[in-house]
Structure formats: structure tokens, C-alpha cells
């Protein structure tokens, strides 16, 4: 038997149940993507996925508030009936007991529309009876799918929106990128398409929008950033290399005209047997064609079309590196022999006052020795393997 105790805790539950179910939906309310598609002015033109997604809840949803006004009204009559006397009579507690689990509920006639009536089909449905226990199961289905999808959906605005916005920067700064590297941007290209579909279906279908930043629009970007910067370290690294080629291709000009000079010099003031043995300086001709060579490669990377610039300065470094090697040992070799010839000069005079502290300087050998050694040294070309054992003799002398 059904107790006093029992329909008030009944009644007590469906406040509470009805209080939090009010909360709920007024907070779902707040949320943007809920005025979109379920507010009054409700402003998403739905397409695509969403639309198949969303309709059939919108529809369902429309009669959510009218429910709930409905299980409202019945609570409400069910109060007024079971405070109608202070100790209602078994009756009173039967009948507000069936009021709140029974089939209490008149659910309103809908409109069939003609496309989805047969022949004998009436032009709307008839009248269904429902318990509040129900129709608040049902309103709860009704809730937990339009929640679902509200939020499916502003995720995707909260998600995409912004980050189209910071993509589309990145990908104007990769054009940038891709025409200072002289490269084609075939996967922005395909980005910019991607991005301006999903911009324009972000407020029509934005669950598809969303499957297609994810499986699409994001990937096809980092597509771009990748080859592009990897591109921009190879650009980066080739003008750095013409930047050193250039600083060889000086300090081969520089090196290569100072053994000219060592060995214009060595020839006039020095000669040695097996002269013709010694490294000469390269012809100029050498050091124009890798200067010509280096030209054309640096207008190569001018007009953008630096990839085959890789190769070549590998190639040119190569050759220019065993030109100057060439020029710095034929500068080596020959200012030797020129800075011989002076340091055996101060030598001689080193020894001579030496031989004048010992009071030998005036021996007739010594004398000779002098005269002979000098003789040589300050004739041009002075021949070194005599004038050598000419100084060796008079330093022997001095022991």
C-alpha cells in the first residue's frame, strides 16, 4: 500500500530532479553552438554531415521544453491534490500515486506530414498517454544527444577557428619562405584550397569542416613546413659556402700574385741548380677562369636556381683549394731562397765582427774569404750553393 511518506518523497524527487534538469538546460543554453541550432533565432544553415548528424535531434529536441512543462504541470497537480487536506484520505494518496507513476501524461497530437503518409494514413498522430517517469527518460535521451552534439560542434569552432587563423599567418609566411628560396609550394596550394572550403563550411557543416582540418588541412601544412624549411637550411648552406668561395677566391688572387713576385724576385736575385725544379706561380689564366666560374655560379643562386649551385661549389672549392695550395707552395719555396740570400749577408757581417772581437779580421784568408763571399751576395743572381760554403768557410775559421 501506498504510503503518505511515499508520494512525498515521490514529490520531493521530481523537484529536485526537475530543479537540476531547469539548470542544465539553461546552462546548455549559454553555450554558443546551442543558439546556433537550437535557440529561438537559431542562425546555422546546416549541410553536409552535420546536417545529417543534427536533424533528427533538433527534431527531437524541439519538444524538450514542452515535456518538461508537461511533467511540471502534472507535479504541480499532484501537490495541489495530495495538500488539499492535511491528512489525505487513501484515496488521495492512490490517486496522486498514479498521477506521478500511471500514464498520467496527454502528449499532444503531431502533424503527419503528406510525404510520409500512406493512402489510409491520418493527417496526424493520435493522442498518446505517458507517465512523468517516461517522458522524463525520454527528455533525458532528448538532452544527452543534443549536449553531445553542441559540444561536438563548439569544439570544433573552439578548435578550428582560431587555429585557421594562426595557420593562414604560417602559410603566408611559407610563401614568403618558398619564394625566397625560388621553390614551388604545390602542398600550399593545396592548403589554401583546403583552408578556404573549411572557412566556408565552418558555419554550414562544421563537423566536416572539422574531419577535414584533421585529416587534411592540418597534415597538408606540415607537409609545406617540412620541405620548406629543409629546403631554407640547403639555401642557407649554399650561400654560406659562396660566401667562403668568395674569401678563397681572394686569398687565392692575393696569394697567387705574391708567388708571382717571390718568383720574379728568386729568379732575379738567386739561382740554385735544378732551378727549373722549383714550383712556379699558376698562369692568370687559371685564377680568371675559377673567378669567371664563381661569377656564374653566384648568378646562378641570384636567379633562384641555386640546386645545381650544390654541386658546382663543391666542384670549384675542389679546384680552387688545389690552385692555392699550388700558389702558397710556390710562394714558400721561392721567398726562401730570396730570404736565404739576405740572411746569409747579415751572416757574413755577423761573423766578420766577430773576427774583429777575436783580432783575426784582418787575416789574409779571412780577407778573401770576405771579398769572394760578397762578391756573390751582392751579385744578382747570386749563386747560393757557392756563396753557402763561402759563409760556412769563414764561420769554420772563427773556431
Known amino acids: 500500500m ?21 539548470t542544465n538546460l539553461l546552462e546548455l543554453k549559454d553555450i554558443l553552438a546551442y ?56 484515496a488521495t494518496i ?34 498518446n498517454k505517458i507517465s512523468p517517469e517516461d517522458l522524463l527518460h525520454a527528455m533525458v535521451n532528448s538532452f544527452d544527444q543534443a ?28 610563401h614568403a619562405l618558398a619564394k625566397e628560396v625560388g621553390a614551388e ?61 668568395q674569401d678563397t677566391m681572394r686569398l687565392l688572387r692575393d696569394t697567387s700574385r705574391k708567388a708571382k713576385e717571390a718568383y720574379t724576385e728568386r729568379c732575379d736575385k738567386v739561382s740554385v741548380p735544378d ?14 677562369d675559377l673567378g669567371t666560374w664563381l661569377d656564374q655560379l653566384n648568378a646562378k643562386m641570384a636567379a633562384l636556381d641555386w640546386m645545381p649551385v650544390r654541386m658546382g661549389i663543391a666542384n670549384w672549392s675542389k679546384q680552387a683549394l688545389i690552385r692555392l695550395q699550388s700558389c702558397q707552395q710556390a710562394y714558400m719555396d721561392n721567398i726562401a731562397l730570396v730570404n736565404e740570400r739576405r740572411d746569409l749577408r747579415a751572416a757574413l757581417d755577423a761573423f766578420r765582427a766577430k773576427a774583429q772581437d777575436l783580432g783575426k779580421v784582418e787575416r789574409p784568408e779571412l780577407v778573401d774569404l770576405v771579398r769572394r763571399a760578397k762578391a756573390l751576395l751582392y751579385t744578382r743572381p747570386t749563386p747560393m750553393v757557392e756563396a753557402r760554403k763561402l759563409v760556412d768557410q769563414y764561420a769554420e775559421s772563427l773556431r
Open 35 to 90: 543558439s546556433a541550432i537550437f535557440g529561438d533565432k537559431a542562425w546555422l544553415k546546416l549541410e553536409g554531415m552535420t546536417k545529417q548528424r543534427a536533424e533528427p535531434i533538433i527534431n527531437d529536441f524541439k519538444d524538450l521544453w514542452q515535456h518538461f512543462s508537461l511533467i511540471q504541470k502534472k507535479v504541480d497537480e499532484a501537490k495541489t491534490l495530495r495538500n488539499r487536506d492535511k491528512r489525505p484520505a487513501q
Open 185 to 245: 609550394a604545390t602542398e600550399l596550394a593545396q592548403f589554401d584550397a583546403l583552408r578556404a572550403a573549411c572557412e566556408k563550411k565552418i558555419h554550414t557543416d562544421p563537423l566536416s569542416a572539422g574531419t577535414t582540418f584533421d585529416a587534411q588541412l592540418k597534415p597538408s601544412i606540415d607537409t609545406a613546413r617540412q620541405r620548406l624549411t629543409g629546403l631554407k637550411e640547403r639555401f642557407v648552406e649554399v650561400k654560406r659556402d659562396l660566401e667562403h668561395a
Open 275 to 288: 732551378a727549373d725544379k722549383l714550383p712556379k706561380p699558376i698562369d692568370d689564366s687559371v685564377v680568371d
Open 94 to 127: 492512490d490517486a496522486v500515486w498514479q498521477m506521478l507513476k500511471g500514464p498520467s501524461i496527454d502528449l499532444p497530437t503531431q502533424t503527419v506530414p503528406l510525404q510520409k503518409r500512406g493512402l489510409l494514413t491520418g493527417s496526424s498522430t493520435a493522442a
Open 147 to 174: 549536449k553531445a552534439i553542441v559540444f561536438e560542434i563548439q569544439g570544433v569552432w573552439d578548435k578550428v577557428e582560431p587555429t585557421l587563423e594562426e595557420l593562414g599567418k604560417e602559410a603566408t609566411a611559407l
Open 2 to 22: 501506498t504510503t503518505l511518506a511515499d508520494i512525498d518523497g515521490e514529490l520531493t524527487r521530481y523537484d529536485n530532479v526537475l530543479a537540476n534538469a531547469l
